[in-house]
């Protein structure tokens, strides 16, 4: 097997051990035993554990960023782009213990703050399908495209809440779809909303006729 053939299957298999158990619980034996592999080969290819653990963390933001930059590319209305988008960035962080986060922040100072702006650029993603959204019709042009990309990213949070998941007893997909489905229709029935807007117009008439 070439050095790059194993540098490839070293990442793979790191990125998976590294989101499953975190930094702390994160070793190279239990890598090594997982690879089938010595550590003196993985050693070859990554001088430490830390230098393997930062190239998979940046692994995994640019694939992201890869990810998302696709789908702002595609052929498709914002609506279908935001869609896939927002539950694209639900199943990658679905992946993301919250202790993970803390452990970069902690461990990986650098790291977190490049990490800072790849939520930047994810946010600057949503907001440029909203603003796409916004000038073929449509999204509402009375929201701030900013403001909704942070809505977003708060339900993409959320909708990985282990609470929430038990107590809706719905799935990671469910619970996401719901969210949609509330921002992108509101909570208040149609009839309702038709029959407000009704008597606000009947008011104003009535005002206008005094």
């Known amino acids: 097997m070439s050095r790059d053939s194993n540098t490839r ?93 803390k452990e ?18 994810i946010v600057g993603g949503v907001v440029s399908i909203i603003e796409e959204g916004t000038r073929t019709g449509i999204f509402r042009s009375d929201v701030n495209p900013v403001v909704f990309a942070y809505l977003v990213q708060g339900m993409v949070e959320l909708s990985s809440n282990p609470y929430l998941l038990i107590e809706s007893g719905l799935s990671l997909e469910e619970v996401y779809t719901a969210f949609m489905k509330i921002i992108m229709e509101g909570i208040v029935a149609p009839g309702y909303r038709e029959a407000a807007e009704g008597r606000s117009a009947g008011r104003g008439k009535a005002g206008a006729a005094c």
């Open 104 to 121: 970069v922040e902690t461990f990986f100072p650098d790291v977190f703050n490049v990490y800072g702006d790849f939520y930047r650029r």
């Open 9 to 101: 299957k070293i990442l793979e298999e790191a990125e998976r051990l590294a989101f499953e158990v975190g930094y702390r619980r994160f070793n190279m034996d239990d890598l090594s035993q997982r690879l089938r592999m010595s550590k003196k080969t993985i050693y070859e290819s990554f001088s430490s554990k830390d230098q393997l653990f930062t190239t998979v963390l940046n692994r995994r933001a640019g694939k992201i960023l890869r990810r998302m930059q696709e789908i702002m590319d595609l052929d498709e209305d914002a609506m279908t782009k935001l869609y896939l988008a927002s539950k694209y960035i639900v199943d990658e962080l679905s992946h993301i213990k919250p202790s993970l986060v």
